[in-house]
């Protein structure tokens, strides 16, 4: 099975994401959004930086 997002509504009726890897497990979240459109872009800037971002530790 391939890693999907999911985007699904919190409690407070905000919009958010999360990126499941294969075997189920969630490994990554996003923020609240007022809209679905909104979530959906800040799933489109992950696919588009993450190949690119650098490890940085702090």
């Known amino acids: ?13 905000e919009f958010r994401f999360r990126l499941k890897a294969g075997n189920g497990e969630v490994i990554a979240t996003g923020e ?14 992950i696919r588009k930086n993450a190949p690119i971002a650098e490890i940085v530790e702090v």
Request: one cysteine or more.
């Open 32 to 45: 609240g959004y007022s809209s679905k459109k909104a979530c959906e872009n800040g799933i489109e800037s």
């Open 1 to 13: 099975m391939a890693a999907k997002f999911e985007i699904y509504k919190d409690k407070a009726g």
